[in-house]
């Protein structure tokens, strides 16, 4: 399913994406909060499109490419992946440097959010990146608290309950 708001598209990654969505991943201050924070290889994106493309065949749950509908140009990725949680999903999301501050990732995110019928949606930051931590509120998001996440970082973890009445349709 594609998603589209005023100014984006949000539809699933395809192999053609590689080039685009490649030098985002691998721009060390995208990634600087993302994951472990290391860059990733062409090889590790390619990976990732295949399997975030299967994922959204399959369940609807995955990452989705960020496009521009006024020139198609792909500007990052919005995303609902499991958790080991039963009803309860992580938005994740990246932006090319060159489209940070202009609301982009609000716009993706709340589009996404708006087609999502799990109970709960989780989100974690590196505490220091409070850029993101002002878009999850904008979103309605709170704050859970501070743990470790799966490398040993520091992450802060926001939580929003999805009321089934505000869903369009399933993630």
């Not at 990654?13 to 924070?37: N, Q, R, S, W």
């Not at 500007?75 to 609902?80: A, E, K, P, R, S």
């Not at 974690?124 to 309605?140: C, F, Q």
């Amino acid at each position: 399913m594609i998603l589209e708001t005023s100014r984006l598209l949000l539809r699933p990654l395809a192999e053609t994406d590689l080039d685009a969505l490649g030098a985002i991943a691998a721009d060390p201050k995208v990634m600087a909060h993302v994951g472990d924070g290391v860059p990733l290889s062409r090889a590790a994106t390619a990976l990732w499109i295949s399997n975030a493309a299967a994922s959204l065949v399959m369940s609807e749950v995955g990452s989705r490419a960020v496009v521009l509908r006024s020139s198609g140009a792909l500007i990052g990725w919005v995303g609902l992946i499991p958790t080991p949680h039963r009803n309860r999903l992580e938005l994740i999301y990246g932006f090319a440097r060159a489209y940070w501050g202009q609301g982009y990732a609000t716009e993706a995110a709340q589009a996404l959010m708006a087609n999502c019928s799990a109970g709960t949606v989780d989100a974690t930051i590196d505490p220091r990146n409070r850029a993101s931590w002002r878009i999850l509120e904008k979103l309605g998001f709170t704050t859970i608290g501070e743990e470790e996440d799966e490398f040993g970082l520091p992450t802060l973890r926001l939580r929003l309950e999805v009321r089934s009445e505000e869903v369009t349709g399933p993630c």
